[in-house]
């Protein structure tokens, strides 16, 4: 390439969302982009693949649902962020969940079915009180042996193919 081409390609990159730090014009977009229904509060902003809200501030991109965990718990989530009350671009700080309440979720609800998930799981490989969640009629499963399995499946199935 010699000089003079410039290439005007624009590039976009995720930016960081970090407790106590969200740039005052990210916050001010986010909320901007919010819509009232009910207890939810809907994004009206772009959508990834129609549901992962995501906001561009200054050609930065900011996973709207990360923006609204760290407003509302002012805290780090753990893994994937999801819509707790099944709206499907809410973004409703207080119905988000991640994987830690997640898990402390189905704990509770083992609970009530009075179960204690601890230990390791029947494959001896993770930890219940992790991994572990309780089925309606009371069997007790693990996720990490659920999510091997998938694995697995979906290798077979590419080799199917
Ligand atoms: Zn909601
Ligand atoms: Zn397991």
Redesign the pocket.
């Known amino acids: 390439m010699g000089p003079g081409i410039v290439t005007a390609r624009r590039i976009v990159r995720t930016a960081p969302v970090t407790p106590g730090a969200v740039p005052a014009e990210v916050v001010w977009a986010f909320r901007d982009r919010r819509h009232r229904v009910g207890d939810h509060r809907i994004w009206q902003g772009t959508a990834d693949k129609g549901t992962t809200p995501v906001l561009y501030v200054d050609d930065v991109r900011y996973p709207a649902r990360h923006v609204a965990w760290v407003l509302h718990h002012d805290t780090e989530p753990v893994g994937l962020i999801k819509a707790g009350c099944g709206a499907r671009l809410c973004v409703h700080g207080p119905h988000l969940t991640d994987d830690i309440s997640r898990q402390r979720e189905r704990l509770l609800y083992a609970a009530l079915h009075g179960v204690t998930l601890a230990g390791p799981?029947?494959?001896g490989?993770?930890d219940l009180a992790e991994?572990g969640y309780v089925r309606p009629s009371g069997a007790i499963e693990?996720?990490?042996?659920d999510n091997?399995r998938r694995r697995t499946k979906s290798l077979e199935g590419a080799r199917a193919t």
């Open positions: 799981c029947p494959a490989t993770h991994h693990c996720r990490g042996c091997a």
